[in-house]
């Protein structure tokens, strides 16, 4: 079903959802023009699957014969996932979907344990929906230090034109100084080499209220020069 007839409910896909949705979605369409045959199939990464929403949209456009990776530190979490992902993986038999009962802050461990031929291949996105899991445990939140690890290794791994987006609830308690901490990592991103965009809440408070922002960051691509 293309993403245009998915029926909409109140609070899901939420508007920055549908950003971040559109910019992997852009990631994917020039994979398929530009890399497809070269690159061999890509990598997508959830790195916080929760109730697995954001995973099943990576699956739903990834490019054909990807691998998807699922992260996440809560075991119920995990079992949600896996439950919305059984109809998106019949939908999608070219794929590989894995998930993991896991710290985002070990996917190089997760990494590097992936078969050699999928350990090689390229990321083209990775996601982080930061916060607590929706219906859960409100004290299972992810952390500035464990996000930032995370954020770190996929930066490093993710290809031209592949692209990395984190959506932050500057509302939660430790939102805003773990929205700090992944904003001045992608500050330092050279432009010449990185797009990052900030899009946040403008009508309300940032702290203490349900505030959120979304950034994404776009590896761009090395231009060839001519003559
Ligand atoms: C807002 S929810 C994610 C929503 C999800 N992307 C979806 O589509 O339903 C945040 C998730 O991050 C998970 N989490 C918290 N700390 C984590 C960590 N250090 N590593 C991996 N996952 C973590 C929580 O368990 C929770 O399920």
């Not at 998807?68 to 038999?93: F, K, M, N, S, T």
């Not at 900030?198 to 349900?210: S, V």
């Amino acid at each position: 079903m293309p993403a245009s007839a998915v029926p909409l409910s109140p609070s899901r896909p939420s508007l920055l959802d549908t950003l971040a949705h559109a910019a992997v979605e852009r990631a994917c369409t020039a994979f398929r023009q530009e890399a497809g045959n070269e690159a061999g199939p890509p990598v997508l990464v959830d790195a916080t699957l929760g109730n697995g929403h954001d995973a099943a949209f990576l699956l739903s456009c990834a490019p054909p014969g990807a691998l998807v990776l699922g992260v996440d530190v809560q075991p119920r979490a995990v079992q949600a996932a896996a439950e919305r992902l059984r109809a998106a993986c019949d939908a999608r038999p070219d794929c590989r979907v894995q998930i993991f009962c896991r710290d985002h802050e070990e996917l190089p461990e997760i990494w590097a344990a992936l078969p050699p031929e999928e350990r090689e291949r390229p990321l083209l996105a990775a996601v982080f929906n930061l916060g607590w899991l929706p219906g859960g445990d409100k004290s299972c939140l992810t952390r500035a230090d464990s996000t930032l690890a995370a954020l770190d290794f996929l930066l490093e791994r993710l290809m031209p034109r592949g692209c990395l987006s984190v959506h932050c609830y500057t509302g939660n308690d430790g939102g805003p100084e773990e929205e700090k901490a992944v904003l001045r990592r992608a500050a330092v991103l050279p432009p010449r080499r990185w797009r990052v965009i900030r899009c946040a809440d403008a009508n309300r408070e940032p702290a203490g209220g349900r505030a959120e922002s979304l950034i994404l960051m776009e590896r761009l691509p090395v231009s060839r020069r001519k003559g």
